[in-house]
T-cell receptor, first 119, second 109 residues
């Protein structure tokens, strides 16, 4: 149980294009999904938190107009990197949790990640 | 401020035991998580502690002392595949996860 998928796993795009990444919880309903970014040999950096049906909460320094998050259902969240530039190249990872009852239900389960390379 | 401290890197020998420590200072406490992250992959959940004491799960055990703001992850009978980064994360009073920077564990034959 607690499987999270991400698509695509790899994307290479030209500078200026937009890229959409999907995150799905396959066997549970995720009340909350998280988007992280990780640069090589660095720790996870939380970008934003999204709850189904409401606007995402972005961390300080993350441009909400550049990183568009849509949490359309309890099993799907999307991150769109708009007008991508080479400095946006990174490993993007989503996670999901049910968070319905506190405790261990707050466990975040991670998708396999998406590697973005902007040329 | 909120802070999670864990060693940056540790080295151990195959077959041995290693203990990875994590100390924390957070606004409130709703549990502590350990994750394993292999290079180039996403983190995978290892353990959750919310009460003091030791939780054992196969070769891995996790310990928590809330009064000391301290946890450790104990790995026994180390295998080469255990080479990875180990992330400590604490859930604060707002149910937000505060992440440590991770401990890179290097296993030598």
């Amino acid at each position: 149980g607690a499987v999270v998928s991400q698509h695509p796993s790899w994307v290479i795009c030209k500078s200026g294009t937009s890229v959409k990444i999907e995150c799905r919880s396959l066997d549970f309903q995720a009340t909350t999904m998280f988007w992280y970014r990780q640069f090589p040999k660095q720790s996870l950096m939380l970008m934003a938190t999204s709850n189904e049906g409401s606007k995402a909460t972005y961390e300080q320094g993350v441009e909400k107009d550049k990183f568009l998050i849509n949490h359309a259902s309890l099993t799907l969240s999307t991150l769109t990197v708009t007008s991508a530039h080479p400095e946006d190249s990174s490993f993007y990872i989503c996670s999901a949790r049910t968070g319905l009852a506190g405790g261990i239900s707050e466990t975040q389960y991670f998708g396999p990640g998406t590697r973005l390379l902007v040329l | 401020g909120q802070n999670i401290d864990q060693p940056t890197e540790m080295t151990a020998t195959e077959g041995a035991i290693v203990q990875i420590n994590c100390t924390y200072q957070t606004s409130g406490f709703n549990g502590l998580f350990w994750y394993q992250q292999h290079a180039g992959e996403a983190p995978t959940f290892l353990s959750y502690n919310v009460l003091d004491g030791l939780e054992e799960k196969g070769r891995f055990s996790s310990f928590l002392s809330r009064s000391k703001g301290y946890s450790y992850l104990l790995l026994k009978e180390l295998q080469m595949k255990d080479s990875a980064s180990y992330l400590c994360a604490v859930m604060d009073s707002n149910y937000q996860l505060i992440w440590g920077a991770g401990t890179k564990l290097i296993i030598k034959p």
